[in-house]
């Protein structure tokens, strides 16, 4: 028996360089798909972003307008009091024309 024989029937292990590109290979998959789950998540998230802007941009015009509708209803509310003072302090003789001349034409 030739003790050569003995290690060369022996099985042979793969390289250490071998099984390391082999493990690099397997890391590839998962990492596309870490990939593409962060950027499917940022797709989201800049698709909710953008919703929330268009929302925020609604809320501010609708604010505008009813800030606008009661400054127009205090001015009307303000001129209606005076009118009314008004139209008590004069004897009721004259009301009807001081009324006919406050009006716009």
Not at 33 to 49: P, W
Not at 80 to 87: L, N, V, W
Request: a positive charge; one cysteine or more; proline letters at 7%.
């Amino acid at each position: 028996n030739d003790p050569n024989d003995g290690l060369l029937s022996a099985p042979t292990f793969p390289s250490p360089t071998t099984s390391s590109e082999h493990k690099a290979k397997g890391k590839r998959g998962p990492r596309k798909n870490q990939n593409e789950k962060y950027r499917l998540k940022y797709l989201r998230l800049r698709k909710a972003a953008r919703a929330m802007i268009f929302e925020n941009a609604a809320l501010c015009d609708e604010v505008a307008h009813i800030e606008e509708k009661f400054l127009r209803a205090k001015e009307e509310r303000r001129s209606s009091q005076t009118e009314c003072c008004f139209m008590t302090s004069v004897p009721s003789t004259q009301w009807a024309s001081a009324a006919r001349a406050s009006l716009p034409a």
